[in-house]
């Protein structure tokens, strides 16, 4: 079992409910193998603090930069909460060491821990709403996720892949791309996406990941090396 005192040491938080920091750190694999474990897993923390995420980053970026329109505000939003930037924050704060995990999701590296780390910093932000309230969750989010905004800013992350293809798409040939799911494949916590991205009835490229948007990303940078517009 985890010391998650030394978590909230480290994090310099006091968690009055245990059971919920506890909680967020809880993968659904973990329950099959620890089905007396004393908390759910963290799938409902995270579906709760995907939300207080993204108000408090829309409210910090409303007030820091009352000019701007809402498509650059939501472009920025975007490269802030996506799954990577969550992921890397929580590498940073050193959540891999707590992680409540089946045997078999323990051996997992690459982009399926990433992705479970994200969501886990999700699930940690749902755990902090409960547990402290708005501002808590609000300091939090200014220290360890607002502060990536300007290096963001200065090397054009904030650009996705697919709203570039979708530019381009009605720049040059005077249409809207679409996607479509090809493929799918894998258990409900761990599934694979293939998306296809299309003009007209035409299959410009594929990509794959392990959501159906990170699929549809991967297919929309795909296309835009098809069709040379980098």
């Known amino acids: 079992m985890q010391d998650f005192s030394k978590l ?27 089905p007396n474990f004393r908390t759910g897993d963290n799938e409902r923390l995270e579906f709760l603090g995907d939300a207080v995420l993204e108000l408090v980053v829309s409210d910090n970026l409303f007030s820091a930069y009352p000019l701007k329109s809402e498509g650059i505000l939501t472009s920025w939003r975007a490269a802030l909460v996506n799954s990577k ?8 704060l050193n959540f891999g060491k707590f992680l409540l995990l089946s045997r078999g999701e323990q051996k997992e590296i690459g982009r399926a821990r990433e992705d479970i780390l994200g969501d886990v910093f999700e699930a940690f932000i749902g755990a902090l709403y409960l547990d402290q309230k708005y501002k808590a969750c609000e300091d939090f989010i200014e220290k360890h996720l607002m502060i990536k905004l300007p290096d963001i800013l200065k090397n054009n992350e904030f650009v996705d892949a697919k709203s570039k293809f979708q530019e381009m798409a009605q720049e040059k040939q005077k249409t809207t ?4 799911i090809l ?10 996406f293939i998306s296809g991205v299309f003009l007209e009835d035409k299959l410009i490229a594929k990509g794959e990941g392990m959501s159906k948007q990170e699929a549809e990303e991967s297919a929309a940078q ?8 980098q």
Not at 85 to 92: D, G, Q, R, V
């Open 8 to 34: 909230e040491k480290e994090l310099n938080i006091s968690f009055d409910n245990k059971d919920l920091l506890a909680q967020a750190f809880c993968h659904r694999s973990y329950l099959n193998e620890n």
């Open 85 to 92: 930037m969550l992921s890397t924050i929580a590498k940073e």
């Open 177 to 180: 791309p679409h996607y479509d």
């Open 183 to 192: 493929k799918q494949w894998g258990p409900d916590h761990a599934k694979s």
């Open 222 to 229: 795909a296309g835009l090396e098809v069709k040379k517009w």
